[in-house]
């Protein structure tokens, strides 16, 4: 049988670089204090890193330079998110840089939430909670918050073929067809436009 430790490092491995996570994403795996002791160990020995109480990482490494990365904010967020049972979004200007869409470099990645206002600082950076009611928090998955965050944020006017290129390379068609089930609760012109992107990935 598999030890804590190993099973623990597995469920890491298995979601890659920049994962963020916490106990409760193991405590399938066994109690509370043999996951608190299989994830101490991994940070003692440099596997995971630990980037907020209770809160770690599976680290980036940049391949340039050969040194660990900073922490992925919106893994980080969603991680807490998860810890404290909040259900949240990315704010339109989030959204919008976690897509590339954006040419500013943020020092702010500002989540809407259904928990408590909270701002959390990581090295130069912060990630800030605003207590929110998410009228639009239904969304399956992540990459449906994403897009129709950062198409209200372009504005309808501002969305061009140039726009919905970029945005139809992001995912594949299958995810894309994915994002259409999952946002027909969203405006009226932010849906039609997702129907637009779509059918740019069928060809």
């Given at each position: 049988m598999q030890s804590i430790e190993k099973k623990t490092s597995a469920r890491i491995y298995g979601n890659h670089?920049?994962?963020?996570?916490s106990k409760i994403?193991?405590?399938?795996l066994g109690s509370d204090a043999d996951i608190r002791k299989a994830l101490s160990e991994l940070a003692a020995k440099g596997t995971i890193r630990r980037v907020l109480r209770g809160v770690y990482d599976y680290p980036r490494i940049s391949?340039?330079?050969n040194t660990e990365m900073g922490p992925?904010?919106?893994?980080?967020?969603?991680?807490?998110?998860?810890r404290s049972g909040w259900r949240i979004q990315p704010s339109e200007n989030t959204a919008l840089n976690l897509l590339g869409l954006s040419s500013q470099v943020p020092a702010q990645s500002?989540?809407?939430s259904d928990g408590p206002s909270k701002t959390y600082e990581i090295g130069n950076l912060e990630l800030t909670f605003k207590k929110r009611t998410l009228k639009e928090s239904v969304f399956k998955h992540k990459e449906?918050?994403?897009?129709?965050?950062?198409?209200?944020?372009?504005g309808q006017a501002r969305i061009d073929e140039e726009i919905q290129q970029k945005l139809a390379a992001k995912w594949s068609p299958i995810m894309w067809k994915k994002i259409l089930r999952d946002t027909k609760t969203a405006p009226g012109w932010v849906s039609d436009l997702i129907l637009q992107i779509s059918k740019r990935t069928e060809s």
């Open positions: 670089r920049g994962w963020a996570f994403d193991f405590l399938d391949k340039l330079l992925d904010l919106d893994q980080l967020a969603r991680a807490l998110a998860r500002v989540y809407l449906s918050e994403l897009v129709v965050q950062s198409l209200k944020a372009l």
